[in-house]
């Protein structure tokens, strides 16, 4: 056998064992954040201690309360209850023997019909509403088993803890970034404490961005619901579809804002073409292949890099993969 031959089986011997690593290697998605732009101003909480000593106070139950998802499997939909996750020492809730890792499922104040509840807002507003002669009767589920009592809340005579702040990230439909707004940001929006989503980043061809959507934008509904908080945000992203007609609703500069948008548009095809022994072409899951003369030249393409080869040996690669997928 010939010198050549023995090079060319070398040679479709070296591209079979070095393909596999070289094309795992390959991204095929890009990393979030290079393509997005985000406000470190607005990432924190406003200083806004002074105005947020002037709100109302409301009552004091000393029940401190979370997202009860954090105990429940499903994160796509709205959550049964609210996850106790402090007590106040010698406190009303103490008294009635609420505890830590209680779900609090509803609650009615004095003879009215009792509120399902599902955020912490929702408990924000009943100690909003409640008076300190009142009575909440609760319902709460414990280690699975559902039980009864009636806080009686006392007057409260400081402000609760401000709220931490935390941050959320939306990147396949509409390339967006909000916080929770703070007591003062959501009060000046007609908001309760615990609403509110801040704009604090948008990819750069987001569709939101293009319609008119700001960086410091409250968002508070979209196609005519009520947004409360930036967990609601996400799961109403979540239900619509690409290409959505999609109506906002933002509070900014002490004002509400209807934008009219959509949400992404993305092609996902498959698409094949070849000629036996000499071409074949492939695009699937945006994966792009192109090999001509049984691989002498060949192609690998993704949305943030490309591998050529050629004589099966020589290899290039570039691209880059720390970009957001640019969203058109």
């Not at 103490?94 to 505890?99: N, R």
Request: hydrophobic share 40%; charged share 25%.
């Amino acid at each position: 056998m010939s010198k050549l031959t023995w090079l060319i089986i070398y040679s479709v011997i070296l591209s079979s064992l070095g393909c596999s690593s070289l094309s795992s290697g390959l991204p095929t998605q890009a990393a979030p954040l290079e393509n997005m732009d985000v406000s470190r101003t607005l990432l924190a909480m406003p200083q806004d201690e002074e105005q947020r000593q002037e709100l109302p106070l409301g009552v004091f139950t000393g029940v401190e309360v979370g997202d009860s998802r954090l105990t429940l499997e499903n994160q796509l939909e709205a959550p049964e209850g609210v996850l106790v996750t402090g007590i106040v020492e010698n406190s009303p809730a103490v008294a009635v023997g609420i505890q830590v890792g209680d779900i609090i499922l509803e609650a009615a104040i004095d003879e009215n019909a009792p509120t399902l509840l599902h955020w912490p807002s929702d408990w924000f507003e009943l100690e909003q509403k409640a008076q300190p002669d009142s009575a909440i009767h609760l319902l709460y589920d414990r280690a699975g088993r559902d039980f009864k009592t009636t806080i009686k809340p006392v007057k409260r005579i400081s402000p609760p803890n401000r709220l931490s702040v935390e941050t959320f990230r939306e990147e396949a439909k509409v390339g967006i970034i909000v916080r929770n707004a703070s007591e003062v940001e959501a009060s000046k929006a007609g908001l309760l404490r615990g609403e509110g989503c801040v704009v604090t980043g948008l990819a750069r061809k987001s569709p939101w961005r293009e319609e008119g959507v700001l960086f410091g934008d409250i968002i508070i509904e979209i196609n005519n619901k009520i947004i409360r908080n930036p967990q609601e945000l996400l799961i109403t992203i979540n239900g619509l579809k690409k290409g959505d007609d999609v109506k906002i609703v933002v509070f900014r500069n002490d004002k509400k804002i209807a934008l009219n948008t959509t949400v992404s548009k993305r092609k996902r095809e498959t698409i094949e073409f070849n000629i036996p022994l000499i071409f074949s072409y492939g695009n699937k899951r945006g994966i792009e292949e192109t090999s001509v003369l049984l691989g002498l030249f060949s192609v690998r393409k993704t949305m943030v890099a490309s591998e050529y080869k050629l004589f099966w040996l020589i290899n290039y690669t570039v691209g880059d993969s720390n970009r957001l997928e640019e969203i058109k």
